[in-house]
């Protein structure tokens, strides 16, 4: 007779087909059934099934220590969550991103694979659960209320490492392309308006000081996250777990990730609030903003090429149109761009559903979940794409800059420590109605001798203070 494909489970709604194949069991199965909406899986997120695997390795250690669980059973689940943090049947996770249930699905996916596992390893067969039950084994001393968001926590914390690994890069990249551009003068810029000279080298430093200031805001929110509620169960009250399980396993779970997990002082306080997800999302978008002003720069300083700023060349990438020869679109700022929009739309939706949480439980976690990840995911490879497609290949046009610097009006600002404010905004007004340069206009109303104002123009002086002050010239004169 042929094998059945299937075996049968059942659980409180009543009997199911689960593929005889599967790890996973029943209720895994009615979340494939209920949901699919995102059509994003658990498994498309490594680090999700890996913190899981951490977090409930931890609670087995912790059930095992207080004597609980005894050594057979609690040395199987070990040895199943090891497997899974080395990468094995993460193609057992395939429950949808968006779900209802606050995480139950999750929780009971992992509680599943893990038993069924551990079965195995026991020498008995899948669906055995009289040998090592998902719920009572796996998840004892548990609830997916205190597993889930110690769950997600860890995973964020994961991604954050990466983040910020992509984000250094960027910054290295601009503190490179600074010092090879130290000697670049153009003219910057206030209001889209000719302000006053500087070189390429103090705007790349400062773009990468302005992102640096991210790694430290990024470190202080995600520190946030490393107060968990493991042992507070449904409610936060401790039901079900043996005394001194909730700070023993909050320092398992800190020795096996390297991570200073400390256990909440209230966890009916901590098992519904999200607001340390709230502040991290909020750095994320911080993050993005910066990110996407930068990148709206780019894009104005490499606009042209003939009819706009053209002061730097971005490395052309494609094609830039189906109908105009020769068109090539700043494509990577672009897709950065984009990248920051969907990051600041996450956290807004990260906000409401903060806010939705009600009494002792936040239900709308799995889609804070999803948003937090895919920030995280788009934000590290959009720098590591700008970085390596676009600010390592960027060159300046310097003789144009230089050209521009000179027949800019906006230099008198740098005679005004010589000839006085007013009479500098004569001469402005002077030279753009006439059409003259400000250089002409000062010589002809004798306002500096040449060589005062050669040396007050000269643009390199113009990056520096000034010792010379109006005050020794008649500012009516």
């Known amino acids: 007779m042929e094998e ?91 429950v949808d991103m968006m779900q209802g249930g606050a995480g139950t699905s999750v929780n009971m996916n992992a509680n599943e694979v893990i038993a069924n596992r551990a079965l195995e390893i026991m020498g008995h067969k899948k669906g055995e659960y009289q040998y090592c039950y998902p719920n009572d084994h796996v998840n004892c001393g548990q609830s997916t209320n205190d597993v889930y968001p110690t769950t997600i926590r860890l995973a964020v914390i994961r991604l954050n490492k990466q983040l910020v690994a992509s984000l250094t890069g960027l910054i290295s990249s601009l ?65 079900n777990a ?114 939705a949480g009600q009494l002792e439980l936040n239900v709308m976690e799995p889609v804070i979940t999803e948003c937090l990840f895919e920030s995280e995911i788009w934000l590290s490879n959009a720098l590591d794409t700008l970085t390596e497609k676009c600010v390592l290949g ?11 610097v000179k027949h800019s009006i906006g230099i008198v600002t740098a005679l005004n420590p010589y000839i006085g404010y007013k009479n500098s905004t004569k001469v402005a007004k002077e030279a753009f109605d006439a059409g003259k340069s400000v250089y002409d206009v000062v010589l002809e109303k004798e306002l500096m001798t040449k060589e005062e104002l050669d040396n007050a123009l000269d643009p390199k002086n113009m990056l520096q203070g000034h010792k010379f002050s109006y005050k020794d010239r008649d500012p009516e004169k």
């Open 175 to 239: 503190r490179y392309k600074a010092d090879e551009f130290k000697e670049a003068i153009k003219m910057g810029r206030t209001q889209l308006q000719d302000a006053v000279p500087m070189t390429f080298g103090q705007e790349f430093n400062a773009y990468a000081d302005n992102l640096e200031e991210e790694l430290l805001n990024l470190e202080r929110n995600v520190k946030l996250l490393h107060e968990i509620n493991m042992g507070g169960t449904a409610i936060g009250t401790g039901l």
């Open 242 to 355: 043996v005394p001194g399980f909730a700070k023993l396993c909050a320092a398992n779970l800190s020795r096996l990730t390297g991570e200073n997990f400390i256990s909440s002082p209230d966890l009916v306080e901590a098992t519904p609030d999200t607001g340390a997800y709230v502040s991290y999302s909020s750095a994320l978008k911080r993050l993005a903003v910066k990110l996407s002003k930068f990148c709206n720069d780019l894009r104005l300083m490499a606009s042209g090429p003939r009819c706009g700023l053209h002061e730097i060349n971005l490395p052309a990438m494609a094609p830039g149109s189906s109908i105009m020869p020769g068109k090539v679109n700043p494509v990577i700022p672009e897709v950065v761009n984009q990248t920051c929009f969907k990051v600041i739309g996450n956290d807004t939706t990260i906000t409401f559903a903060a806010e």
């Open 4 to 94: 059945k494909n299937y075996r049968i489970e059942s659980d409180l709604l009543g009997e199911l087909k689960v593929p005889a194949a599967a790890y996973y069991g029943v209720q895994t199965q009615r979340a494939l059934n209920n949901y699919h909406i995102s059509r994003k899986r658990m498994r498309d997120y490594p680090d999700y099934v890996v913190a899981i695997a951490y977090v409930k390795l931890a609670a087995i250690q912790t059930n095992h220590a207080l004597g609980v669980i005894n050594d057979e059973i609690s040395g199987a689940i070990e040895q199943a969550c090891k497997e899974l943090i080395d990468g094995k049947l993460h193609d057992q996770f395939p």
């Open 394 to 404: 960027i060159t300046v046009n310097k003789e144009h800059c230089i050209d521009m």
